[in-house]
Nanobody
């Protein structure tokens, strides 16, 4: 059973930075796509960034140039470095791990960007 444990959310002022972490249990990390989604109040969940097992990373247009996704295969952890945060980045952020068979979600971590 795969478990995803997220950390790093919080309250930050506009223009500030946060780093989210997601640690995955199990032995499928290197063979999986991993990424982050977010869901703002009243909106549907949307892709933020995803990294395939072959190392290809895709970002939503709204976060390109501000967010960076990275993977540490030694610790089975994926990170989302978020810079130049805007109020519209406020949402619950969910870690996602996807194999050819299953999809797993973290519990979500709140990110609030406000002055």
């Amino acid at each position: 059973q795969v478990q995803l444990v997220e950390s790093g959310g919080g309250l930050v002022q506009p223009g500030g930075s946060l780093r989210l972490s997601c640690a995955a249990s199990g032995s499928i990390f290197s063979r999986s796509a991993m990424g982050w989604y977010r869901q703002a109040p009243g909106k549907e969940r949307e892709l933020v960034a995803v990294s395939t097992s072959s190392g290809i990373t895709t970002y939503a247009d709204s976060v390109k140039g501000r967010f960076t996704l990275s993977r540490d295969t030694a610790t089975n952890t994926v990170y989302l470095q978020m810079n130049s945060l805007k109020p519209e980045d406020t949402a619950v952020y969910y870690c996602n791990l996807r194999t050819s068979i299953n999809t797993y979600w973290g519990q979500g971590t709140q990110v609030t960007v406000s002055s």
